[in-house]
T-cell receptor, first 110, second 113 residues
């Protein structure tokens, strides 16, 4: 089976840095995705990690530790438009389907 | 041009009815998906489908059935609608199965009365 945990809600200040954690226990593992979903909109792709380590993409970075079953999404220089839900999703080996966590709702305040 | 489109955007219907949601992608992708997002915003895979195989999430009732007339379309048919089917349904596509980025449609908000 698949179990993915992430905090339900977080609040951070504009201009600050926030880290959203995701832990997973899965029967197989190919890689881990992060998606962003604004209220009332579709999820959009942010990152995909296969190997251990940090991948940086502009203001957003994603980290993976396969041995610990752990990932985080790091958002720097927060902007009001970053207020959204952030979904962690595991690509399980052999399943060909993504299993999503319940998402972390991030609120950026002035 | 919209990459993944769905119709209708909103669907309100009575219990017991049969309804369909259409999905089209113009990305040339081989694989399409249907997801259900409930009121708690939990996004759950229902089906994944490419021209070779249909993979069904075992928790999906058989009242739900995907139908693919061609590689660019994957429609979702729902029979005998129930109150618990109320949710937002997202279609998505990716180049192939597995580790590829998925592109999501705008969603269809289904309300069953």
């Amino acid at each position: 089976g698949q179990n993915i945990d992430q905090p339900t809600e977080m609040t951070a200040t504009e201009g600050a840095i926030v880290q959203i954690n995701c832990t997973y226990q899965t029967s197989g593992f190919n890689g881990l995705f992060w998606y962003q979903q604004h209220a009332g909109e579709a999820p959009t792709f942010l990152s995909y990690n296969v190997l251990d380590g940090l991948e940086e993409k502009g203001r957003f970075s994603s980290f993976l530790s396969r041995s610990k079953g752990y990932s985080y999404l790091l958002l720097k220089e927060l902007q009001m438009k970053d207020s959204a839900s952030y979904l962690c999703a595991v690509d399980g080996a052999g399943s060909y389907q993504l299993t999503f966590g319940k998402g972390t709702k991030l609120s950026v305040i002035p | 041009d919209t990459a993944v489109s769905q119709t209708p955007k909103y669907l309100v219907t009575q219990m017991g009815n049969d309804k369909s949601i259409k999905c089209e992608q113009n990305l040339g992708h081989d694989t399409m998906y249907w997801y259900k997002q409930d009121s708690k915003k939990f996004l759950k895979i229902m089906f994944s489908y490419n021209n070779k195989e249909l993979i069904i999430n075992e928790t999906v009732p058989n009242r739900f059935s995907p139908k693919s007339p061609d590689k660019a379309h994957l429609n979702l048919h729902i029979n005998s609608l129930e109150l618990g089917d109320s949710a937002v349904y997202f279609c998505a596509s990716s180049q192939d199965l597995g580790e590829n980025e998925q592109f999501f449609g705008p969603g269809t908000r289904l309300t069953v009365l």
